[in-house]
């Protein structure tokens, strides 16, 4: 009778826990999906609104500046609070970012409301992908890594095509994506309010919002390579943000926001598809395949502007799209191996910090340069710092001593 009690009390557990892990997944998805949702429409800011390339730039670099200041002082909130109201708040700032850009006619505007979106962003980053991990299933031993570090990736993609089917087909190009996505974030804001909690309120919470930046001393030699996978793959990712919309109207000559949809969501996208090929290897063995994979991505990419060339462009951009998920997840592999769970919002953090530290720096420098240089030009820079990473990556990558792959849940 006591064997079946545990066995009953180990299912109710293990349906407990799926719950959550969809909960998170979808919430993730959602938050990132709102973040994907403004791209397409930034070549009608510009065009409708006079708004320029440096603003654009401005735009990413403020969003990314913002999601940077919630990772440093929100990163471990979670850890005290419980994952799912700090979740739920990363969500509701994300709603509140939405309804401010149902009206964008000025950049002051636009810079507010992504903004909001950044800190909902970073909020998110660190609480939902925890979260994640904490729920996850033992089986596939790769899930756990995939989902927090791709689910991002798969949302600013589903956000930037919807959007950008909506850009241009709907009644309403403006401000109807923003509605569907207010939805979903309040869909997800229920899913996560019925889902059971997986951390035990604990004090320190005020002292957990001084800045602090660390991971767990087993894996602090991981970092260096950690950087230089994650520094160029987000900086091209906000190279995608903020001039592949000039780039595909102006070298590639199209003005269809469904084609910007479809190419930002090629490079987000795709490294959906490259994170489970990852798991095939070690994670040094991944990093190093998916840094070379990268860098032939980007030369293709260079090529393909130079070129005016739209399907080179898309299939580089695949390429490209899918080696950084090898990369990324492989990063992420290694950093979560033997994690306990006071280990992993701190973790997390560190590695969005690296993240959107490569998303900001590159794009306020770019964003500068725009004035003087060429797209095409500045996107030899990024191509420069592949390189100079790539270079990196082969040299240093490292495994854990003993590394299975496997993410423990507790």
Request: hydrophobic content about 50%; aromatic content about 8%.
């Amino acid at each position: 009778m006591h064997d079946t009690a545990s066995v009953i009390d180990e299912a109710s557990r293990s349906s407990t826990l799926r719950l959550a892990f969809i909960s998170a997944v979808v919430s993730l998805l959602a938050a990132f999906a709102a973040v994907g949702s403004t791209i397409p429409l930034f070549n009608i800011y510009r065009a409708e609104d006079g708004f320029t390339n440096a603003d654009i730039s401005a735009t990413v670099a403020a969003y990314s500046a913002a999601t940077l200041a919630t990772l440093l002082v929100l990163g471990r909130l979670s850890n005290h609070l419980g994952r799912r109201p700090t979740s739920m708040a990363s969500l509701g700032l994300l709603l509140f970012g939405c309804l401010l850009l149902l009206n964008v006619h000025e950049i002051d505007i636009l810079i507010t409301g992504r903004l909001l979106m950044g800190l909902g962003a970073g909020l998110a980053s660190s609480s939902l992908t925890s979260y994640i991990v904490d729920t996850a299933p033992s089986r596939p031993a790769w899930l756990a890594s995939v989902a927090s570090s791709q689910t991002i990736m798969l949302g600013l993609a589903i956000g930037a095509i919807v959007s950008g089917a909506l850009v241009q087909f709907s009644p309403w190009p403006r401000g109807l994506i923003y509605l569907v996505v207010i939805g979903l974030l309040l869909l997800s804001v229920v899913l996560i309010a019925i889902s059971p909690e997986t951390v035990t309120r604990t004090p320190g919470a005020w002292r957990s919002l001084r800045p602090s930046v660390r991971v767990p001393v087993r894996v602090r030699y991981l970092l260096p390579v950690t950087a230089a996978v994650l520094l160029p793959t987000w900086a091209v990712g906000a190279f995608y943000q903020a001039f592949v919309p000039a780039l595909v109207e102006n070298q590639l000559h199209t003005a269809s926001s469904l084609v910007l949809g479809l190419v930002f969501a090629a490079y987000m996208g795709s490294s959906v598809l490259g994170a489970p090929l990852g798991s095939r290897f070690t994670p040094a063995a991944a990093q190093r395949f998916g840094v070379v994979a990268f860098l032939a991505g980007m030369t293709g990419i260079i090529t393909a502007i130079a070129t005016g060339t739209l399907v080179l462009f898309i299939v580089a951009t695949i390429v490209a799209g899918a080696a950084q998920g090898i990369a990324i997840s492989a990063v992420t592999r290694g950093l979560l191996n033997g994690s306990t769970l006071v280990d992993r919002a701190p973790t997390f953090s560190v590695i969005y910090l690296i993240s959107y530290s490569g998303a900001t720096i590159p794009a306020l420098i770019a964003g500068q340069l725009s004035n003087t240089f060429s797209l095409p030009q500045i996107a030899v820079g990024y191509g420069a710092l592949s390189l100079v990473a790539t270079a990196y990556t082969v040299v240093g990558a490292r495994n854990q001593p003993g590394h299975h792959g496997q993410l423990p849940r507790r």
